[in-house]
C-alpha cells in the first residue's frame, strides 16, 4: 500500500463524552459533551474526504470518549453506507451498548468492533476502569457484540497494574472468540500521565510474549509497540520448536512467567503466528481527528498538524512535513540508523512524550543498545 497517498485508518474522537472514567484514559474524557465537538455535517465532510481517497478506502474508526454519545451516530453511519466508506466503532461498555443500537450499526454497515479488557479478573479491570462491575459487563458485552454479527477486537493497555495478567488475559480472549487482541503500551498523556509503565527492560519480554500468544487462532497487534514487527521477525528465523526464546534471546523472569502461564493453560500453540506484516506508524497509515477536528499523527501524539475545519484530513495527512519525515523513516538516534527504520520506526508517540521531538527513537526499544540477541539481524524480510 502506498501511505504517501491516504491512511489505512482514519481515527475519529467523536466526542469527549464518556460514562466511565478510566484511570490511564488518553481523551481525558468527561461525563458531557465538549461545546467545540464537530459537527453532525462536519463529520459527514470527514466522510466525504474519505470516500474520494484513493482505494482501498480507508476505514474510519468512530472513537472517544464514547461514541455511542453522540446522538447522530445512526446520521453519521447510514451516510457512510451510502458512500462505501467502511466504519468501525470503539465504544466504551455501558448501559447505551444496547442491542438496539448495535442492530442499527449493523443495519448501518458496521461489521468491526473493538471493546477494552484492561485485567484477566475483576478486580484489577474495575481498578483501571473505575466501575463496580465493569469486568462482567465488559464479558457480557462481547457476546452480545458477536450475537450482532461484529468482528470483536479486543483492546488492553499495558502497564505495570496488569503486566502478570497478560497470558491469562489472551487465554480470556480466545476462549471467548475473539479474533482480534491490539496491545497498547502505555504512553504518558492525559490520565496515562498518572499510571506506572512497565520497565524498561520488560518491553522485550512482552513483545516476545504477544509472539507466543499469536499462535492460538487470535490476531495479535500492538499500538505503540512497532518493534514488535522487529520481534516476530526476529522468531520467524528461529522456528525450530527446540529453541527456547527466553535462552536464545536472553529475555527475562517475565518472559518466562507469562510463557510458562500460557502453555499452563492453553497447551502447545494450534495456528501459525497471526500478526500483521502491515508497516503502519503514528502518521503513517494511520491518523487522528480530535473531538474538535484538530488533526494529529495518532492519539497518543499530541503535535497539531492542521484541522479539518480548515482543510481536508486526507490533505493534511499527505502534505504535513513532519508526516512526510515519518513516513520516510527521517529518524534521529537508533531509529535513524536501525535496519527495520521503515519496517518498524518506532514509537513516534513515545519519542514526542519522552523528548519533544517525534522524530527521536522510541527509548521503549532494547534493540541497539549494549546487550544484543544472538539473532543476527541483517536485513528484515
Ligand atoms: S531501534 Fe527504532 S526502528 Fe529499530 S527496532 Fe527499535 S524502535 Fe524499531
Request: hydrophobic share 40%; charged share 25%.
Amino acid at each position: 500500500m502506498d501511505f504517501d497517498r491516504a491512511p489505512r485508518l482514519v481515527f475519529w474522537e467523536t466526542t469527549k463524552a464518556c460514562p466511565l472514567a478510566c484511570v490511564h484514559c488518553r481523551a481525558t474524557a468527561q461525563r458531557d459533551r465538549a461545546p467545540d465537538e464537530l459537527t453532525t455535517e462536519e463529520g459527514k465532510a470527514i466522510i466525504d474526504d474519505l470516500a474520494a481517497a484513493p482505494r482501498p478506502t480507508p476505514v474510519l474508526i468512530l472513537t472517544g470518549g464514547d461514541c455511542l454519545q453522540r446522538p447522530d451516530l445512526g446520521e453519521l453511519t447510514e451516510y457512510a453506507k451510502t458512500l462505501d466508506v467502511p466504519v468501525a466503532i470503539s465504544p466504551s461498555v455501558s448501559p447505551s451498548l444496547s442491542a438496539a443500537t448495535l442492530s442499527m450499526l449493523r443495519a448501518n454497515g458496521v461489521r468491526n468492533a473493538s471493546l477494552s479488557l484492561d485485567g484477566a479478573i475483576a478486580e484489577t479491570h474495575e481498578q483501571i476502569r473505575q466501575v463496580p462491575g465493569h469486568f462482567a459487563d465488559t464479558i457480557r458485552a462481547i457476546s452480545l457484540l458477536q450475537e450482532h454479527g461484529f468482528a470483536v477486537q479486543i483492546n488492553s493497555a499495558v502497564m505495570a497494574q496488569n503486566v502478570r495478567e497478560l497470558a491469562d488475559i489472551a487465554t480470556l480472549l480466545v476462549r471467548n472468540g475473539v479474533r482480534t487482541w491490539e496491545v497498547f503500551f502505555l504512553i504518558a498523556v492525559g490520565r496515562g500521565h498518572a499510571i506506572a509503565e512497565i520497565e524498561s527492560h520488560e518491553y522485550e519480554d512482552v513483545c516476545h510474549f504477544l509472539v507466543d500468544a499469536a499462535q492460538y487462532g487470535m490476531t495479535v497487534r500492538t499500538v505503540e509497540a512497532p518493534f514488535f514487527r522487529r520481534v516476530r521477525d526476529w522468531r520467524a528465523r528461529r522456528p525450530d520448536s527446540s529453541i527456547d526464546p527466553a535462552v536464545e534471546f536472553r529475555l527475562g523472569p517475565l518472559y518466562r512467567d507469562l510463557h510458562a502461564r500460557l502453555r499452563e493453560q492453553m497447551g502447545e500453540p494450534t495456528s501459525r503466528v497471526l500478526a500483521p506484516t502491515v508497516a503502519t506508524r503514528d502518521g503513517k497509515g494511520i491518523v487522528f481527528v480530535g473531538h474538535d477536528g484538530r488533526v494529529y499523527p495518532a492519539g497518543f501524539l499530541p503535535l497539531p498538524l492542521g484541522s479539518v475545519r480548515d482543510k481536508g484530513v486526507l490533505e493534511i495527512y499527505r502534505d504535513d512535513p513532519v508526516l512526510k519525515a515519518i513516513r520516510s523513516a527521517e529518524f534521529h538516534g537508533r531509529c535513524g540508523h536501525c535496519e527495520y527504520a521503515d519496517e518498524c520506526g518506532g514509537s513516534r508517540a513515545r519519542a514526542y512524550a519522552a523528548t519533544g521531538d517525534p522524530l527521536a527513537d522510541d527509548p521503549a526499544c532494547q534493540h541497539l543498545r549494549c546487550a544484543t540477541p544472538r539473532v543476527e539481524a541483517s536485513s528484515p524480510r
